[in-house]
């Protein structure tokens, strides 16, 4: 099992670029998520599903829209890029709602010009 | 806004010592986990405690709760170099379907 993975690995956007970043898991789980960490700030929540076809906002989701068009992928986009989003991103996924410990992908490291 | 706060920022010691971090907690929560993050790698998971845990023990690791206080801890026992990493805790609030992070705490164990 690969468990989590997560693409690409580095991206480099100038503002205004739009970019997605894809995630994918193999466990079957229902639950997925999208984290964003800064320097001394540990992981916010940006976006979280349920399951296929559900979405979710969570503490920081301006300026990203989520899709989860198959229960196995949970992709994070950037419309219009800004130099705050500037951060590593990891996505998580879970197998249920409570009493269950989250798999982390290996992150995505984006830098906005 | 952060659930949890860890304490120490940062914590440097010997191999062979322990490691102290503690995590407090503002709201009601189902469970707390604690998460190990190596440099530049994803989060691993450790261990979880239940609300109606007081302790629990993982080979070196454990890890307290006391919910009055909303506080948890995690010792880690004699300490090896490949300790060293960021360590997470993570609340699961009543009734949210997402777990909130802490901020971390940086553990250095020298050789």
């Known amino acids: 099992n690969a468990g989590v993975t997560q693409t690409p690995k580095f991206r480099v956007l100038k503002t205004g670029q739009s970019m997605t970043l894809l995630c994918a898991q193999d466990?079957?789980?229902?639950?997925m998520y999208w984290y964003r960490q800064d320097p001394g700030m540990g992981l916010r929540l940006i976006h979280y599903s349920v399951g296929e076809g559900t979405t979710a906002k969570g503490e920081v989701p301006d300026g990203y829209n989520v899709s989860r068009l198959k229960k196995q992928n949970f992709l994070l986009g950037l419309e219009s890029a800004a130099p705050s989003q500037t951060s590593v991103y990891f996505c998580?996924?879970?197998?249920?709602?409570?009493?269950?410990?989250?798999?982390f992908g290996p992150g995505t490291r984006l830098t906005v010009l | 806004s952060q659930q949890g706060e860890e304490d120490p920022q940062a914590l440097s010691i010997q191999e062979g010592e322990n490691a102290t971090m503690n995590c407090s907690y503002k709201?009601?929560?189902?469970?707390l986990q604690w998460y190990r993050q190596n440099s530049g790698r994803g989060l691993v998971h450790l261990i979880l405690?239940?609300?109606?845990?007081r302790e629990k023990h993982s080979g070196r690791l454990r890890v307290t709760l006391d919910t009055s206080k909303k506080s948890s801890s995690l010792l880690i026992t004699a300490s090896r170099a490949a300790d060293t990493a960021s360590y997470f805790c993570?609340?699961?609030?009543?009734?949210?379907?997402?777990?909130?992070f802490g901020s971390g705490t940086r553990l250095q164990v020298q050789p």
């Open positions: 998580a996924s879970r197998s249920g709602p409570s009493y269950n410990e989250q798999f």
């Open positions: 709201t009601s929560i189902n469970n």
């Open positions: 405690i239940r609300s109606n845990e």
């Open positions: 993570a609340t699961e609030e009543t009734g949210r379907r997402a777990l909130t």
């Open positions: 466990m079957n789980h229902e639950y």
